[in-house]
């Protein structure tokens, strides 16, 4: 019997269609000699600090450092305290049972480093040894899941993906939960700390500095008017008004001047790359305001329907055997709305061509199946329709354009104009291209005499860098930083970016999530808490999004077998110290600006109580008190905290809820090491 693991129930149910495992099973499908079963994404995740003996946050337990990382199944939290999600101990049980029985196992889930991760997981946790072969594919048509069924190759061809994709989860739990708990310890309140969450908040929040104390300052120009009703500027701004007066001054007086140079010059716009996951967010986020996470989704979702290649993908290229296939692809009636665009492509542009640019997947493409035939949604026609349309542009002639620029002298002082004309529409074809810059400037030669009717003075403001959208931060990412405007460029060092194309939207969610950046139409803007962690980590290392940006190219090296793991994990837990020793020995009490009251701490009675936003806590750097102010749903005021401090009681509160949602009302008791209780009224 042959056994194969999916990631996620519908891509299961694609592959066992066309095995033909028609029958639906609890947990899996069987026929024709197969069983095809699935996870839900990862059902095996590393153990919590608790599972290594670490019960408490204190400094004496850090660094953390496992000798040897602990699996464990998928945890759900209970209140306070985590347990085996049942509904993923029962997958397990199906999946073990199928794998002890199978004569051979194939490895289904995503042709990726998580996908492999998921599986590896899986089934190092269950204890199998058997052999496992791999299923690697592009995309889920039906010929595509076929090809791949019959040239599955040893899943241990892709033993390097498995370790990029272990030693990044190990790292990200060593830097985790260190610099979280050193951070909560030494600021006394909780703050989440992460390898890649925490440098990205901070482009966020210097980005947001950059905006919020840029001086707007004045600047003029002057604008002077031809009798052949062409505006001409002058070539410099002053920043004085003097200085610009006197130019207009003179500039009015002025009948006529020459044109001193006359510039004709040809440019070729080459045509787009293909898209990338992270070029598809850009551009979503750009013109339809979509989230990076929504648009991923949306890819996802294409995927599963069969409708466009792996989503996941960091790459802009394809392979010369794809690129083979593109003529008769752009045939498909799939692309009959841009027909026109299409039957002017002679022969397809390769600039997006190139395999050793690819690492696990090539570029976004659309399959051919008829979009038609699947119920897709408004979004996912939106997503699908910029992913056709890129195709073209991709695939078409270059642009060709004019650009014509004249510089004139007005009693000493230049004025300049420049056009363009566009000779060859050829890619900006796809989309209606127009001549807007084009102007109505005559064809003047050097030493023409041009007349004037006028000039005008204008003033101007410099602006600042606009706050970041999920766009722009996205790019920002891709490059740490770096403003680098170019495609080819920005591919080049797509592998020293902060996360993965596949991981960048659940950072940005994560921000959100944990209330560290909100979203003002499509502004990303830094919470107070947010500020606060900035305040913190930003002369720190981990602030540091080149250095994370690093890390993220020794795992791709890992990946290509360019890089001994072991280094990388050797460096990470020298890394990992030196950023827990930032947080413990770092002063945080300028930074940390809580509200001190006069209220003294019951516990040991030495320190005050702070106010903060999330906590309130003792003074005393060697007292461990403190009550979150949020119980259950409910936010306590100040006024409730320190009826709880000093009376060790409050009166009666609402807007507690349970774990079903139901509200209750309660008074809160405090003993005396701090713990917090509830006392429910007696009902007569």
Not at 8 to 32: H, L, M, W
Not at 448 to 453: G, H, L
Not at 462 to 469: E, Q, Y
Not at 507 to 529: D, G, Q, W
Request: contains cysteine; positive net charge; aromatic residues 8%.
């Amino acid at each position: 019997m042959k056994v194969v693991l999916a990631e996620k129930p519908s891509v299961a149910q694609s592959i066992a269609r066309i095995v033909g495992a028609t029958q639906k099973k609890d947990g899996f499908y069987e026929g024709n000699g197969w069983l095809v079963t699935y996870a839900f994404g990862h059902l095996i995740q590393l153990a919590l600090p608790e599972n290594y003996g670490y019960n408490s946050w204190s400094k004496g337990n850090l660094p953390m450092l496992p000798k040897e990382f602990l699996m464990i199944p998928r945890q759900k939290k209970e209140g306070k305290t985590y347990k085996n999600d049942p509904g993923v101990m029962k997958q397990l049980k199906i999946i073990k049972h199928l794998f002890e029985e199978a004569d051979s196992i194939i490895c289904a889930t995503d042709s990726a480093r998580e996908g492999e991760a998921i599986f590896r997981y899986i089934y190092n946790y269950l204890g199998i040894k058997k052999p496992v072969l791999r299923l690697w594919i592009n995309s889920l048509t039906d010929a595509a899941i076929k090809d791949g069924f019959s040239n599955l190759q040893p899943d241990s061809n892709y033993d390097n993906l498995f370790l990029a994709a272990k030693a990044r989860s190990e790292a990200d739990w060593l830097v985790g939960m260190n610099a979280t708990q050193a951070c909560s310890i030494t600021g006394k309140s909780l703050y989440s700390i992460g390898r890649v969450q925490t440098p990205t908040l901070v482009m966020i929040v210097e980005r947001y500095l950059q905006n919020k104390d840029f001086k707007s300052v004045p600047f003029w120009q002057v604008a002077l008017n031809t009798t052949d009703g062409v505006k001409l500027m002058s070539a410099g701004k002053w920043d004085e008004k003097g200085q610009a007066e006197r130019a207009h001054n003179t500039a009015s007086k002025a009948r006529n001047g020459k044109v001193i140079k006359a510039e004709k010059k040809q440019k070729t716009e080459l045509p787009p790359l293909l898209f990338s996951l992270t070029d598809l967010q850009k551009a979503a986020n750009s013109k339809y305001g979509y989230s990076a996470d929504k648009t991923l989704n949306i890819a996802q979702s294409l995927y599963e329907k069969q409708l466009i290649s792996y989503p996941r993908t960091g790459s802009s290229y394809i392979p010369d055997d794809v690129y083979d296939t593109i003529p008769g692809l752009l045939k498909n009636p799939v692309f009959d709305k841009f027909r026109v665009s299409v039957d002017a492509i002679v022969k397809p542009s390769k600039r997006s061509v190139d395999a050793s640019k690819i690492e696990d997947h090539h570029a976004l493409l659309v399959t051919g199946v008829n979009p038609k035939t699947k119920d897709i949604k408004p979004d996912e026609q939106v997503i699908y329709d910029m992913i056709l349309g890129r195709m073209i542009e991709a695939f078409s002639r270059p642009c060709e354009k004019e650009i014509d620029t004249y510089t004139v002298d007005a009693g000493g002082y230049l004025f300049t104009v420049s056009t363009t004309i566009i000779l060859q529409k050829g890619w900006r074809a796809v989309y209606g291209a127009e001549d807007k810059d084009r102007l109505a400037v005559p064809s003047w030669y050097q030493g023409e005499t041009v007349c004037f009717t006028g000039a005008e003075l204008q003033q101007g403001q410099t602006k600042p860098k606009p706050l970041h959208t999920e766009g722009t931060l996205l790019a920002a990412m891709e490059t740490c930083g770096k403003d680098i405007d170019d495609e080819a460029q920005r591919e080049a060092i797509k592998d020293s970016g902060i996360g993965t194309p596949a991981t960048r939207a659940g950072i940005i969610e994560t921000l959100v999530a944990r209330n560290y950046v909100v979203r003002e139409k499509k502004s990303l803007v830094p919470t107070a808490k947010g500020m606060e962690i900035y305040k913190i980590v930003k002369d720190m290392d981990i602030a540091n999004a080149s250095l994370t940006g690093m890390w993220e190219a020794k795992l791709a090296a890992i990946e290509r077998g360019q890089m001994n793991v072991c280094q990388f994990n050797s460096d990470i837990v020298e890394y990992t110290k030196h950023v827990t020793e930032e947080f413990l020995y770092s002063d945080l009490k300028p930074i940390l600006t809580g509200k001190q009251t006069e209220i003294e701490c019951p516990l040991c009675h030495q320190g005050h109580i702070r106010f903060f936003d999330k906590v309130a806590n003792c003074s005393n750097e060697g007292c461990n008190f403190h009550i979150f102010r949020t119980i259950l749903g409910k936010k306590l005021t100040n006024s409730e905290l320190t009826d709880l401090i000093i009376k060790g009681q409050t009166r009666e509160l609402s807007g507690f809820k349970c774990k079903d949602g139901k509200p209750f009302k309660a008074k809160l008791k405090r003993d005396d090491n701090g713990g917090i209780s509830f006392v429910f009224s007696q009902k007569k």
